[in-house]
């Protein structure tokens, strides 16, 4: 066992926050971040984070395999980003207008996209959604959505998964398929009505909480496309969450399938607030017709972070880094599930990994995996994937393994060993 696997861990600041936040926060936290979604052994509370490593407010040291859930790609506090972040910060950053890195963010994000012309910039995944599905409304004049089900596109009322709240009438015109099945989406559009749908969602591989992902079917991308122009619709691509991890113009280029517009967040700025809307040259006027904007919109200092992120992820490589750390992961993961005879389920791209256990009912082997992972070192999550960053090293690595063979010796404890010798189904 490492060091960091081994550390006796406290919990006396986090649970004084934790009882804080419970006499002024809605549930004490609310949101994909609540702990109280996780098993115990997770801190609520974070104190501060450097490469790929973070520290709970107690001071307990965690290899951290969610990257806030997405935004860390180059590792926290990377240099390049927080010094042209600093930069910026030092002329402004919410003025009475936008500043000029504006213009340098927007002419770097069409240069690199291949499917953009343009950009609009917002605060998060939801606004650049949102953004994406005004302007392909506004360019066709319908109002229909067709989107996968249980895809997650943001927390407004059309894709919210969980719309207390919210009135059936603002989910009206939302149609759903199943990945990956072009009949079905046929079927969708049909009961729309092919006239009626204004844009057809997809993200780049089914990346759905909760679920064993899904790369996506070269058939079914191509056939998306096609069903699109067949009917005058955007095809949209919801890239909040696997944005510049997978290929640096846009996720669907090594297929050749390129969306009307597209849809930014997460690791566009290694953490710093921003969202984006990317879309082609026949949507800019309906993009430029709808009014969409917002107090923080125009940050300065989070488009600066958004140029270094976007610069330094090509010029080091970072998808390959991510690439190769998270094979280490999964190799890794692989040798110990065949070690302990606990037969495990990896899904999805390497740098964002999906781990489940075969049959494993209400999620009980992954809770009890991620809390024993969470109390020797390594942050990652029961039911929602993992990512990876540029800047996990071999050693990090080595360090999450360490952890995450004491996970294994826990299932295999309480649940016993599966009849497969080989760990895998
Ligand atoms: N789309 C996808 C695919 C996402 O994963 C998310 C966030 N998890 C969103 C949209 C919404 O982004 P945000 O939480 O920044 O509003």
Redesign the pocket.
Known sequence: MTELASRERTRTADNALRARAARVIPNGMYG?LSARLLPADYPQFYDRGRGARVWDVDGNEYVDLMCS??PMILGYAHAGVEQAAAAQREHGDTLSGPGGVMVELAELLTSRVEHADWAMFA???????SLCLATARAATGRDGVVMARG?????AAW?NLRPIGMPAQDRANVYTYTYNDLASVQRAVDEAGAGNVAAVFV?PFR?DAGHDQELVDPAFARGLRALCDSIGAALVM?????GFRLHHGGSWEPLGVRPDLS?W??AIANGHPI?AALGSEAYRAAAGQIFATGSFWYQAVPMAASVATITALRDENAIAAMEKAGQQLRDGIARQSAEHQVAVLQTGPVQMPNLSFPGDENFAKASLFCGTAAAHGALLHPRHNWFLSAAHTSDDIDQALAATDEAFRAVRGQFGPDESKDGTR
């Open positions: 994909h859930f997405g605060k998060n995944g939801t606004d650049a959604t895809a997650y596109h943001g927390w894709s993200s990346h919801d890239e909040v969450r696997a849809a967040s997460k969202g």
